[in-house]
């Protein structure tokens, strides 16, 4: 039977050089109170210390949210001293410097600032593998299996034979192993025993069971608690709330108590919040569905072009795949040409259905038709059930080669992005052509008032994301810029359509560091997506 402790208690129970895993995605399935008493002990006692540390999904901070019952958390000082972005989530064990966590895995790491910064720093070792890896391992571990054999990684960073999904100069070892079965190739990601699982619901029973009814993803911690408990180490699980027995349906309770070893009632509200940007959205979880009326439209830029040409390659009927950032928008467009309610959007975190959220409620779906735990929703794109995904691309090679996850210093991860590349039929990455270029954009064209100081378009990414070698015969893939629209045909980059309003040799040629092919029946993009009304996504959609 579960114990009811403090953060404090739960703190002194973690030994030096324990395993720790951890499940949600930005601060939904985030036990911020106990890891904050972690870092408190670290700071005054140095221990517990060399922890190893395996996330998922991005758990951190892309930006501190302000709504909480209508106050301004900028103007109210907490016990967790919410001020700035990155000081929530997993940042909070970098606050206490080296030493405390010593090595780390995850799928994405960029919003865990103060870590990402030690990692950086090299001082500590830091690996990342694919999301839909991360999230699932947990189940093989629990089962007593010896990990996972997958095809997602393949030729990316990830690739032993590459970079064996190491971030830093000073990660020794590679993520996974290339290994042959039946004559294929294919990654094999071990198991490894857990010591300690730190997990979040909402309601906790007298016996320790666990209800997630405020959080808006069903996230893999049941899993990470069987990893525990069946490696013969500790669950420790932070609720909002505790109720006497027989009062959480046993349908709603999504971590039994027979998996969960200790309980901690939070007594700072603020150490339970929802999503990065939002406290509490009853939207989000399902208690409500709200009216959405208009959606607003986004403003004429670069990124509106952009995402209404990739909206182009949306047809009726699809299951949509959105990324973050720049891909988001593509739901605007849908919504201002009238098509949003004839696709099913859907989020590597489980949502299906709904209105997928952008930063910082990222991971989150309002009036989502469905929830399903996160390892599931990646058996479902792993396994071919996307249509179609816009995924951002900050660099591109002459290989076709994407990179998303590491620039320098800023290192970020590929979160669910080899995952969903890897298996989806038509895969679109759109970005902006140059970095920091001045444009004008209306009356149908576009017009380089100055140019940018950041190509993009290079001979060879920093890291490969998405491996253009990797291509299956079946897939179509594009890239879209504001300036042109690429594809790979017969293994060479090709210009396909160009920008009207712009000189193919100065503007796009001379501004690549890869000669493309160029096609011979090269087109114009649509003058209408450079005007400040369009209304002609139907010929594309319904086609």
């Known amino acids: 039977m579960a114990k009811f402790i403090t953060a404090a208690e739960a703190a002194e129970l973690i030994p030096d050089g324990a395993t720790i895993g951890v499940a949600g995605m930005g601060l939904s399935g985030f036990p911020e109170e106990v890891v904050c008493a972690i870092r408190d002990r670290f700071k005054a006692t140095g221990h517990p210390c060399n922890l190893e540390l395996h996330q998922g999904s991005a758990m951190g901070d892309w930006g501190v949210g302000n709504e909480y019952d209508g106050w301004d958390l900028t103007k109210r000082e907490t016990p967790l001293d919410v001020k700035e972005a990155g000081s929530r989530g997993l940042s909070r064990l970098g606050e206490a410097g080296p030493g405390l966590v010593t090595k780390w895995y995850g799928a994405h790491v960029g919003s865990a600032f103060a870590l990402r910064d030690l990692a950086a720093n090299n001082q500590l070792q830091s690996w990342c593998l694919p999301q839909g890896i991360a999230v699932s391992i947990w189940r093989e571990i629990a089962a007593g299996r010896p990990g996972l054999l997958s095809k997602v990684g393949l030729g990316t960073f990830v690739d032993p034979r590459m970079e064996g999904g190491r971030m830093n100069q000073c990660t020794e070892g590679n993520v996974a ?107 989000f979880s399902g208690q409500i569905r709200r009216p959405m009326g208009a959606i607003p439209a986004i403003p004429l830029s670069e990124r509106k072009v952009i995402a209404r040409r990739c909206a182009a390659e949306v047809q009726e009927g699809y299951v949509l795949n959105l990324g973050v950032g720049m891909s988001a928008d593509v739901g605007s467009i849908l919504a201002e040409e009238g098509y949003i309610d004839r696709v099913t959007m859907c989020c590597e975190s489980g949502m299906i259905g709904g209105v997928p959220c952008a930063l910082p409620n990222f991971g989150s779906s309002y009036n989502p038709e469905a929830v399903v735990e996160q390892s599931n929703s990646f058996d479902i794109i792993t396994g071919g059930g996307l249509n179609m995904t816009c995924l951002g691309m900050g660099e591109c090679d002459e290989d076709g080669n994407v990179n998303v996850s590491k620039f320098g ?3 970020t991860g590929p979160g669910g992005f080899i995952d969903i590349t890897s298996a989806t039929p038509k895969v679109v990455f759109c970005g902006t052509f140059m970095g ?3 444009l004008q954009i209306g009356d149908g064209k576009l017009t380089i008032v100055q140019e940018g100081k950041v190509r993009k378009l290079l001979k060879s990414v920093e890291q490969i994301t998405f491996a253009g070698k990797q291509i299956r015969p079946d897939q179509d893939v594009l890239y879209v810029t504001e300036r042109c629209v690429m594809k790979p045909i017969d293994g060479k980059m090709t210009i396909i359509e160009i920008a009207p309003g712009i000189d193919l040799e100065k503007d796009i040629l001379a501004q690549m560091d890869f000669v493309p092919a160029v096609a011979e029946d090269l087109k114009t993009m649509d003058p209408g997506m450079f005007c400040e009304q369009w209304g002609g996504l139907g010929k594309y959609f319904e086609r």
């Open 409 to 411: 210093p800023r290192l």
């Open 436 to 438: 920091k270029a001045k």
């Open 177 to 283: 192993e290339l290994v042959e079965f039946d004559g294929e190739e294919y990654l094999y990601y071990k198991s490894f025993p857990l010591q300690v699982a730190l997990l979040r619901g909402t309601i906790a029973d007298e016996n320790g069971n666990i209800s997630f009814m405020n959080e808006g993803i069903l996230n893999e911690g049941l899993a990470v608690a069987a990893a525990a408990h069946n490696s013969g180490g500790i669950v420790i699980v932070q609720v909002q709330y505790l109720t006497k027995n027989d009062t959480i349906p046993p349908k709603d309770v999504k971590i039994p108590g027979i998996l969960v070893d200790y309980v901690v009632e939070a007594q700072d509200p603020m150490s339970c919040w929802q999503t990065e940007g939002r406290y509490f959205e009853p939207a």
